[in-house]
């Protein structure tokens, strides 16, 4: 049981998860549990720089579960793809632990749901069968409903509530593709899957597997929350806890992405991208120009996730090997500085009790270290040089040469520069006024170390962004790659320029009378449940229909 | 004809989220589509074989899989449903309605 390193990847935060729950019978012991409950998150790391190697060198490391083998049994499989996953996964787990230590209002209860929650990660990442997956989804989400809804306010109850629903009604869509896959295969190991489809001659051309896939894909789709499926994520990601929507904005929507690219990879949906990629590049449009908009300061950030994730659809769309790595370094940079803004936004939130960005006093002087964190993070998802959105947008862009959907990521990126210079406003230095900020909630040094420490590993991802990115192209593919294009080339740097005039043009429209009423309107348009429903069914046809 | 009930149920299922305004019948709308998934797999499980999956029994059985993925299914809903009761619960203590529209647009101006 315990001889593969793979298995305490999955078990270390199931045991840290069941330590710090004892905090809770033990009452004066509550803090050094939940410390070492976090620390468990150690056991992982180890484990996977253990099991780089192989890995690197393009195998895939197995690991049956309980000695039964894998048509029967649960079977673990690590490969470069799920690397990446569990590593993005731990490292956001941790960060965010370590925030939250210090707060007493996390107690054992939430260090049990945390830890629970990366236990269900690992698990997506991991699995070799569709219907562990479904159960991990599960996991994952019965442990996320609990965390937003954690602070008992009325809006994070409502939250979680409407992300019950709707991602519930997600993952039976999901148990109707695994039922097609079963009745039609007779196999549920991803692998096994993928075998079946390539001697009965591709998804095509065995009966209803293109049915089952887009089924998959919508189960997961609402999980991962591009357009259509997005609707929950603004409210879920904005009134959670602030280090919960640091968990669920950088770590959650990722490890579903990534299943979903894996399944449609082993399944051979290859016909699939060209829809992917239209939709990544719609979603990365619309929900930046939501976000533009806004005046709550979480809900700004959580369009943004949407915003970015739409972004690691379409390059994943575009289908090179090279896109393939842009998209997954995107992925890994994005769950970087979008934890290090919720962190640090939240960390306003808190201390003035707003959240409404024109209420927040100019807050640079209150928290100096928060403030050049938050900078750094703005930096990052704006893609200025040296940060390393500005890397992986590069990737981004050589990844989609030639590709008509570019110009909507384009636009997409200064859209996001103006959004960031409208909440940019919070932290810079400025006069406070007196007498507002005396029963505020104060960071201690460990959450500010933890924001500082997550600015410097944007900062590095950036200046390294090439090695980075090589060192992920070999991760995922097993062979070093041919050509990675530079990072800092004069042209690049120079295109800057005009995305950040144009940006600061988008600012200032938004911010006469005529942005401000449009604001408005755009704020207003949210779709009804039925309509959202409609959703799925429309996207399940669209899925279903590009086969033929 | 047992297909066509399925999916019957199913579609009630999800009739009753959309077009419930209620949210604990929205809570039934999922547990009903729920099983209509749950009795997809278990009819065509029940389709294979005869009787019980016991070894020893002498007649074809049933393959066993189906039954045991959805005993899990249920458990999973189960939690889930325990959970949405909760939230309905407090939701109700904190806003004095179960109707969901009015929930949320008192929830969304609560902020802002």
Known sequence: MTDSPLVWVLLAPLLGAVVSLFGKLLAPLRRPLSFLGAATLAVPAAALALLLEPVLSGESVRYALGGWPEPYGIGLVLDGLSWISCALTTVIAAAVALFSLGRRRYGAGYFFFLL???????????????????????????????????????????????????????????????????????????????????????????????????????????????????????????????????????????????????????????????????????????????????????????????????????????????????????????????????????????LTGQRNLYRIPPLGRRLPAFSAAFFAGALSISGIPPFNGFASKGLITAGMKGSPAYPLLWVTSFLTIASFIKLGRIFLPGEEPKGLLRGGDRPGALQTAVVVALAVLCLCTGVFGRPVAGGLYRILHGTAPESIPRVFSGGRLLGVLPAAVLGAAAYMAVSTDLGKSLSGRVRELAPELRTVLLFFFVGLLAFAAVAY | MIWALICLIFLVGLWGVTRKANMVKKVMGLSIANSGIILLFVHYGSLSGATAPIEGSGRPMVDPLPQALMLTAIVVGVCVMALALVLVYRLYLRFGTLDMHRVELGAWKLHD
């Open chain 1, 116 to 350: 629970m929650m990366v236990t269900g990660m690992y698990g997506v990442a991991l699995t070799g069968d569709l219907f562990t997956m479904f159960v991990s989804f599960e996991i994952v989400a019965v442990s996320a409903y609990v965390l937003i809804a954690w602070e008992g306010t009325a809006t994070g109850l409502a939250a979680s509530y409407k992300y019950l629903v709707l991602s519930t009604t997600g993952i039976l869509f999901f148990l109707f593709g695994v039922f097609l896959v079963y009745r039609d295969l007779g196999v549920l190991s991803i692998s096994h899957i993928s075998q079946a489809l390539a001697t009965s001659g591709g998804v095509l051309n065995t009966r209803a597997m293109h049915l089952a896939l887009a089924s998959l894909c919508v189960g997961i789709g609402v999980r991962t929350a591009f357009i259509p499926f997005h609707t929950w994520l603004p409210e879920a990601h904005a009134y959670a806890p602030h280090p919960v929507s640091a968990v669920l904005s950088g770590a959650m929507i990722k490890v579903s992405l990534f299943a979903m690219i894996r399944i449609i990879l082993q399944f051979g949906g290859e016909y699939l991208l060209e829809l992917l990629m239209w939709i990544g590049a719609v979603t990365a449009l619309a929900a930046v120009i939501s976000a533009l908009s806004q005046s709550d300061v979480k809900r700004l950030l959580a369009y943004h996730s949407i915003s970015q994730l739409g972004y690691m659809l379409a390059v994943f769309g575009a289908g090179s090997a090279l896109a393939l790595t842009a998209s997954f370094s995107h992925a890994l940079n994005h769950a970087l500085f979008k934890s290090l803004l919720f962190l640090t936004v939240g960390a306003a939130v808190s």
